[in-house]
């Protein structure tokens, strides 16, 4: 029961992992949401000799209506002899921790001292948050005493889901499905840092205020004019339009969002959490180089913009003389 609480509590805070997607800028005029069943974008492949992985670039958010299904994808984690998730990293307190870390829980989504949104926010952002407000959540008072940082989270998932999009989706759930049924080797990348006082952590972040505010304004900005961006990231994506995907840039909220917590009083001073986007894609360029180098076949997946990104883990390992090929 501690753990359970404590990862809808302080865990809840790292939400917004340093590889998490972010929003795609595009031009106006896709409006529409695809739906039905749908393939996804083809495959990176990443080969040394006659050794191959094939990447799979993970997004969201995606059309709440869309099935997705790849057959290609569906092969290549049969024939496969291992398979490397999307890294991501979390907090670990310790059983006894977690305990102590239980009567500073209550109020831990609250602003210091009781304060309102309309206390710690810039007068002109908090004017746009209430007409997005009024729009995607209507009437709520106690989400006025949260700090920005989960009001943008409640703000963000609902107006994506008014307009036809979800960051829930069930792609993960389906390639996890897929590698247990074809009983694939799975090897993490995964990154997880001990706090040596969570309590002390967890009383600084509530007394913290203010480090969280850029990830709203984000937010807000995203919702306010990207919409028609996401939905052709989106579009992009569900039907494998390579040439549309390589065409768009990423946005900034998931960054803003991300920095608000490694920034808080309660974990800046962790050096472990600061390199934790370096140390994740360390570990998967390691279990990349010696799973092309043990295995006739490797199933892998990454983000979509870290496989976009021109320092990212495929940039880095053909750097080394290894053959990518981007999908067409």
Not at 92 to 113: E, T, Y
Not at 306 to 316: H, M, S
Request: hydrophobic share 40%; with cysteine.
């Amino acid at each position: 029961m501690t753990r359970k609480v404590l990862t809808a509590v302080a865990f809840s805070l790292l939400a917004a992992s340093a590889w998490a997607q972010e929003d795609a800028q595009a031009s106006e005029g896709d409006t529409v949401v695809i739906t039905g069943q749908r393939p996804g974008p083809g495959l990176w492949k990443v080969s040394k000799g006659e050794h191959v992985m094939y990447v799979f670039g993970d997004y969201a958010p995606l059309p709440i209506k869309m099935d997705w299904r790849s057959h290609e994808v569906e092969a290549i984690i049969a024939k496969s002899q291992e398979y490397l998730p999307k890294p991501s990293f979390g907090i670990s307190v310790g059983w006894w921790g977690g305990i102590k870390m239980l009567p500073f829980a209550i109020g831990i989504k609250n602003n210091p001292d009781g304060g309102k949104l309309i206390d710690v926010l810039p007068a002109d952002t908090y004017d746009r948050w209430q007409a997005l407000k009024t729009k995607y959540i209507g009437k709520n008072d106690s989400i006025e005493r949260e700090r920005p940082m989960f009001v943008a989270d409640t703000l963000y998932q609902q107006g994506l889901e008014k307009n036809g999009l979800t960051m829930r989706t069930d792609v993960y759930s389906k390639l996890d499905k897929l590698v247990k049924q074809y009983k694939v080797k799975v090897t993490s990348s995964n990154v997880q840092t001990e706090l040596e006082s969570p309590t002390e952590a967890l009383r600084a972040f509530k007394n913290s205020p203010g480090t969280d505010v850029l990830c709203f304004a984000r937010t807000v900005e995203r919702l306010e004019s990207d919409l028609d961006a996401m939905r052709a990231r989106a579009n992009a994506w569900a039907v494998g339009d390579m040439s549309k995907i390589s065409s768009l840039s990423f946005a900034d909220r998931e960054a803003a969002c991300t920095d608000a917590v490694l920034n808080n009083d309660a974990f800046k001073s962790n050096e472990k959490l600061k390199q934790v986007k370096e140390t994740m894609q360390k570990n998967w360029l390691a279990n990349a180089e010696r799973a092309l180098e043990a295995n006739d076949s490797t199933f892998a997946v990454l983000p979509l913009v870290r496989l976009l990104d021109p320092k990212g883990p495929l940039a880095v390992l053909q750097a080394k003389g290894y053959k990518v090929e981007a999908p067409e």
